[in-house]
């Protein structure tokens, strides 16, 4: 950016800079970025090339628009490579708005009055490149605001309880001396230095997956490995992907079992400091007021609340640098001690001269760790606002205003040792009370918003990873893919986080906690972190060391001093995160074990039909060869109508096949077998989204594809206008997709009225084999000839008695028969409530 502005001013250096376009919450780098940083573009969808200086080729381009319309008119547009940009086309701005175009730069020709051509090229130039300085400077700001208040909350609001948390909550003292005052606050400012300067923010937010962050995207780059196929490494070993994928798994449930303790703690802390005597169960029934406010507000969507949030975040973080600063002028003598805590001298002392050296010291850090907690979260909502805004929000206002407020209130500490017990209020002059009071409600309600939208962020990607079961994802922002809302998610937050309210009454008997999934989260995050340095970054061995040994070392002190916290109440989040762990493991396991099956079918399939020419029956087809077999020889009869069977796998075909076929003797005459995949990159462009293959004897394939970051909800899966469109582009050769066209013809998916196909006199409740055929009233007659039907499968799970499996294994698949059983039924979640649909019941045996 700020190089655009210098070539704003001075067009005539335009060869010899390089230029970073911004480009909606992402960047494209000139020179190409490298594999695993911010501003990677997917590999899926076509890789924007090296752009060329926008300034010189808008010059060079009104130079030969003044010599004659034929050579301006054969000139490409400005930054013509933009075009296939990895931007879904929700998120695409208009072309004067994404990109520079030949508008600005081809000027009408000079009159022989007129200045010199170069002079009219260069100011054009220079116009152009301004304007778009100006809207994207725009933007940036908007995006370091909703940062700002999305994002910071968490960590915004620490000040609130962490001094307590050390003295009281840890240390069981209520008359700390000035020494360990200092030494206290040396090791906040050092913590927030150490692992959110530079850990989370420097370093951590580097790892991104084609702009997405959170601890699945930090998997995703690890799996792929470094971008150079001549970097020497190849797929990492079964056990290796198992471990690194269930440390993914434990990241993102311990951020989940976080989620669940910060809306409280921030809500109760902050009422806490009512000038006036209210009883505690006002005060709670006040709190779950507030929490019930905030999780309404979440389907609103992070960028409206990043609207209302940003600001209030803003003037809350200048009103605690004010008080700081306000504490430190009234008492100048205890602000030149304060100012000694920047030492780590003040740090070392503290562990081995204070009166809670060692053992104490070490304890105190399950207090310090209030003073990062959040940290975790800049990296889950990095899809939401982008690297460059978040740390640029972090350094440039949240670091000093928190770093102001902790020497504020270790300043008035020093001269009231017993208003520890709430040190933040106890800083605040009497006729600033309710006002602060009122703002820091309104800034707590803001501190959750960080931690909920990072968690619907990783779920979003953990459920297109498929780590868990069909969930709605609702996609809030039009501009913005990242900014998503799932309802389940959302309420059974809220619910946790009532009942947690409701059993701990107070933010100090909550702080015993908070902590242990924060610490466990850092902890993970540099293991995966490690991984990323030395498999996809391929810094040497002692380079690597260098950096994570001294995050481990911190990392593992604060975790082991939150441990003791675990037979008080820091069981809460560890039970938590360990239920989430344990089904999105048992999914995972789940479907690795249903495809082993499969494959296992295939090949038995693949067997027969090379011995015998044939599949041995209908029932048991999964094979697109083994179908198309059974097509040609079997004489089945075939149906005068178009029939769309979902499937998991392209390759596979699924069971509802064969159970229409021996159940009702027949086949339709247009078979579509329709499959949803998830690419590994975080979005798919719209001309890449859908493809096509026919298969022979009246059977098509058909894949949507679509990013795992993207929501995959009704409208983004959009399956009658997928549908329509290859209709219309393959309808001439293939004449039987036809009735597929009409799809396409309402605007809506649930007034559009398809004709029930495939034998209509079929209905049969049927399990382990037979049917239930679920046909719906038709709303409205499509323009042409006879709509699809839709046929899905409700799949239910049961074990092979000789499979072996033991009683956790047994256990294991009865809970992923429940999930799958009790997820989002597949009508309504890929949008077909409108038609024709026919479910089949299918036993699968694990």
């Not at 006040?286 to 929490?291: G, H, V």
């Not at 209905?763 to 499509?782: I, K, L, S």
Request: with cysteine.
């Amino acid at each position: 950016w700020l190089k655009l502005k210098a070539l704003a001013q001075s067009p005539q250096r335009a060869d010899s800079l390089t230029l970073r376009v911004f480009v909606g919450r992402r960047h494209l780098r000139t020179g190409g970025p490298s594999h695993g940083m911010a501003g990677d573009s997917p590999r899926h969808v076509r890789s924007a090339p090296a752009l060329k200086n926008p300034v010189a080729e808008a010059a060079a381009r009104s130079a030969e628009a003044a010599k004659g319309a034929e050579a301006a008119q054969a000139l490409p547009p400005t930054v013509s490579s933009t075009r296939s940009l990895p931007l879904p086309a929700a998120a695409r701005r208009p072309a004067r708005d994404r990109r520079f175009t030949a508008a600005g730069a081809q000027a009408e020709r000079p009159s022989s009055g007129d200045a010199s051509p170069s002079s009219a090229t260069n100011e054009g130039a220079k116009s152009e490149a301004t304007a778009l300085l100006d809207r994207n400077a725009g933007r940036f700001c908007l995006l370091v605001l909703g940062a700002t208040g999305v994002v910071f909350g968490d960590i915004g609001t620490s000040p609130l309880y962490t001094f307590s948390g050390i003295f009281v909550g840890v240390l069981n003292t209520t008359e700390p001396t000035p020494r360990d005052i200092v030494d206290a606050f040396s090791m906040i400012f050092w913590m927030l230095t150490l692992v959110v300067g530079i850990k989370y923010v420097c370093l951590v937010m580097r790892v991104s997956h084609h702009g997405e962050g959170g601890t699945f995207a930090m998997l995703q780059t690890i799996l792929e490995g470094p971008k150079a196929a001549s970097a020497g490494s190849g797929a990492l070993a079964p056990r290796t992907k198992s471990a690194v994928v269930f440390l993914a798994m434990l990241g993102v449930s311990l951020v989940a079992g976080d989620g669940c303790i910060t809306p409280a703690i921030s809500v109760l802390s902050a009422l806490e400091g009512i000038p006036a005597a209210i009883g505690e169960d006002a005060q709670v029934a006040i709190a779950i007021a507030i929490l019930l406010l905030i999780f309404l507000m979440q389907r609103s969507g992070s960028k409206i609340i990043g609207m209302v949030a940003g600001p209030v975040m803003v003037v809350w973080f200048l009103t605690i640098a004010g008080l700081g600063v306000h504490s430190l002028a009234r008492n100048p003598t205890s602000a030149r001690h304060v100012f000694s805590g920047f030492s780590p001298a003040a740090f070392v002392n503290f562990w081995i001269h204070g009166n809670y050296s060692g053992v104490s010291a070490w304890r105190s850090l399950a207090g310090v760790v209030l003073s990062v907690t959040g940290a975790e979260a800049l990296y889950a909502d990095l899809g939401h606002f982008g690297a460059a805004p978040i740390s640029s929000a972090w350094f440039g206002l949240v670091y000093p205003c928190l770093v102001l407020q902790y020497m504020g209130q270790a300043a008035a500490l020093i001269e009231n040792p017993e208003g520890v017990v709430k040190p933040f209020y106890n800083a605040v002059p009497q006729e600033l009370k309710w006002p602060v009071l009122i703002l820091a409600t309104f800034a707590t309600v803001v501190a959750s918003q960080a931690m909920i939208t990072g968690l619907f962020s990783i779920l979003t990607q953990a459920h297109a990873l498929k780590f868990l079961p069909r969930i709605q994802v609702l996609h809030t922002n039009p501009d913005e893919q990242g900014q998503v809302y799932i309802p389940e998610a959302n309420w059974t937050l809220c619910t946790m986080c009532i009942a947690i309210c409701l059993a701990f009454r107070s933010s100090s008997s909550l702080a015993g906690a908070y902590g242990i999934a924060v610490t466990s989260t850092f902890l993970v995050t540099t293991c995966l972190l490690w991984l990323v340095l030395r498999r996809v970054w391929r810094w040497p061995l002692l380079a690597a060391l260098g950096v994570i040994v001294p995050m481990l070392v911190i990392d593992v002190a604060l975790w082991s001093a939150n441990v003791l916290k675990i037979v008080e109440s820091g069981w809460v989040p560890v039970v938590i995160s360990a239920v989430l762990c344990l089904l999105m493991h048992t999914h995972h396991w789940g479907r690795a074990l249903e495809e082993s099956v499969m494959a296992s079918e295939a090949d038995a399939e693949a067997k027969e039909i090379e011995a015998s020419g044939a599949p041995s029956g209908l029932a048991t087809l999964s094979t697109l060869p083994a179908l198309l077999g059974a097509l040609r020889g079997s004489g089945l009869a075939r149906t005068e109508k178009v029939a769309v069977f979902l499937t998991p796998y392209a390759w596979r075909v699924p069971r509802t096949v064969g159970a229409v076929a021996t159940t009702l003797g027949c086949l339709p005459r247009t078979i579509v077998l329709l499959s949803v995949r998830v690419e590994p990159v975080p979005f798919v462009s719209e001309e890449d989204r859908a493809t096509f293959k026919a298969r022979g004897e009246g059977v098509f394939s058909a894949i949507l594809h679509f990013g795992y970051a993207e929501p995959l909800t009704a409208e983004r899966f959009a399956i009658y206008k997928a549908l329509a469109r290859m209709a219309r582009s393959h309808a001439a050769a293939h004449p039987g997709l036809a009735p597929l066209a009409a799809l396409g013809a309402c605007e809506e998916p649930c007034n559009e009225q398809l004709e029930n196909a495939a034998c209509d006199d079929a209905a049969a409740v049927v399990e382990e084999g037979r049917m239930a055929t679920t046909r719906q009233q038709p709303q409205q007659q499509p323009p042409h000839g006879h709509g699809p039907t839709f046929v899905l499968h409700n799949l239910h799970y049961a074990t092979r008695q000789d499979a072996g499996h033991g009683c956790w294994d047994h256990f294991r698949i009865a809970l992923y028969s429940f999930l799958v059983l009790n997820a989002r039924k597949p009508i309504r979640f890929f949008g077909l409530e409108g038609g024709s649909t026919m479910e089949i019941s299918v036993v699968r045996f694990l």
